[in-house]
């Protein structure tokens, strides 16, 4: 049950940064998919943290940030704010880079490979948000390649993390 909810969690913010990358590109009726994701999401932290016994104490980081982040749609706070866009990108880099750089979070990683390549998809898709927000050339296409290779790591890590070797 343990594995398949870890699974579960990168897997559904693998696809919530997707539906980030879509909603930048405009892509139509992204938004009711988005806000599936990101209740499937909250739905398998809850899980994990109701069900699984021994879990790790660094679990109120994303679960307060989760929080605050319904709060903020509820009570539309910060809807009218110009750089919300920003705040709103700096927060899902934040919170990706947390579960992809953060060693032996939610259960053991074993897997050497796998570590340089998540340094590289949080470089990317810091340098991607940041040509987004500058406005620079190519920034539509780092932001998916960006998008993309952390999406991808993100989903490798969930099915490989907790896997006895």
């Known amino acids: ?43 398998a932290y809850i899980a994990y943290s109701s069900f699984v016994q021994s879990k790790d104490d660094r679990i109120i980081y994303p679960l307060v940030v989760l929080v605050f982040t319904i709060l ?3 009570f539309n706070i910060g809807s009218e704010f110009e750089y919300m866009q920003y705040v709103v990108f700096f927060t899902l880099f ?13 259960a053991q990683n074993n897997s050497r490979f796998l570590m340089p390549i998540n340094y590289i998809a ?9 040509f987004k927000i500058l406005h620079l050339f190519g ?14 790591t993100l ?8 896997i006895d070797r």
């Open 139 to 152: 920034a539509e296409t780092l932001l998916i390649i960006g998008v993309s290779l952390a999406s991808l």
């Open 155 to 162: 989903f490798l890590k969930g099915i490989i993390k907790g």
């Open 72 to 74: 903020f749609n509820i």
């Open 94 to 106: 934040l919170y990706v880079s947390f579960h992809l750089l953060t060693k032996n979070y939610l």
């Open 122 to 130: 949080v470089i990317t898709l810091g340098l991607s948000g940041l």
């Open 1 to 43: 049950m343990k594995k398949t909810l870890i699974t579960l969690i990168y897997t559904s913010l693998s696809l919530l940064l997707l539906a980030y990358l879509f909603k930048l590109l405009n892509w139509p009726g992204v938004s009711d998919f988005s806000m599936g994701v990101f209740w499937l999401h909250i739905a």
